[in-house]
T-cell receptor
Framework: AQSVSQHNHHVILSEAASLELGCNYS??????LFWYVQYPGQHLQLLLK??????LVKGIKGFEAEFIKSKFSFNLRKPSVQWSDTAEYFC???????????FGTGTSLTVIP | DGGITQSPKYLFRKEGQNVTLSCEQN?????MYWYRQDPGQGLRLIYY???????QKGDIAEGYSVSREKKESFPLTVTSAQKNPTAFYLC??????????????FGPGTRLLVL
């Protein structure tokens, strides 16, 4: 079975600090990878996604993620966070052959002004 | 506006009562999903449907039921058999973009509280 691990449960950063959130998955086949963000009081939004090609994916609001196949990882990065990035971040995996999505437990990010 | 709507935003249930959460999408997506979100546990899949009149159990289907009579609608019933129904329920739909596989989109959620 597929599983997704997010190692950081709570992250607190000051504005302008760099961010890296870890995501590892266990699945032997071809996967599609996603990061979703849930701002306070808002619904889950797609931040970025990887399907194929360049393993460095750029998303909205200056976020990027790198797919490292050998490490089964898809870490999310942002060079300089803002207070408005305070949110919960979820990594998700979808196997190429099926519709089912698997989500990590989420990382709560708090950015202090 | 295209999107996924869920109603109601808040729902209160008495012990032993069945309640139904609504999910409608006008995105013309074939697949629809129901998740339960609890603090510290992320999203857990309850049921999903890849096509009208067909659905499959997810990881935590016990105490829940669904129907998929129309492409745009995927209601979730929380039955009295669900012992811990207080949670935030998210509905999603997905589409397969050319060369990109499935991408999932979410509704605003329904918060269910048991009285």
């Amino acid at each position: 079975a597929q599983s997704v691990s997010q190692h950081n449960h709570h992250v607190i950063l000051s504005e302008a600090a760099s961010l890296e959130l870890g995501c590892n998955y266990s699945y032997g086949g071809t996967v599609n990878l996603f990061w979703y963000v849930q701002y306070p009081g808002q619904h889950l939004q797609l931040l970025l996604k990887y399907f194929s090609g360049d393993p460095l994916v750029k998303g909205i609001k200056g976020f990027e993620a790198e797919f490292i196949k050998s490490k089964f990882s898809f870490n999310l990065r942002k060079p300089s966070v803002q207070w408005s990035d305070t949110a919960e971040y979820f990594c998700a995996v979808n196997g190429w052959a099926g519709n089912q999505f698997y989500f990590g437990t989420g990382t709560s990010l708090t950015v202090i002004p | 506006d295209g999107g996924i709507t869920q109603s109601p935003k808040y729902l209160f249930r008495k012990e032993g009562q069945n309640v139904t959460l609504s999910c409608e999408q006008n995105l013309n997506h074939d697949a629809m999903y129901w998740y339960r979100q609890d603090p510290g546990q992320g999203l857990r899949l309850i049921y999903y449907s890849q096509i009208v009149n067909d659905f499959q159990k997810g990881d935590i289907a016990e105490g829940y039921s669904v129907s998929r009579e129309k492409k745009e609608s995927f209601p979730l019933t929380v039955t009295s058999a669900q012992k811990n129904p207080t949670a935030f329920y998210l509905c999603a739909s997905s589409t397969r973009l050319p060369g990109q596989g499935e991408t999932q989109y979410f509704g605003p959620g329904t918060r269910l509280l048991v009285l």
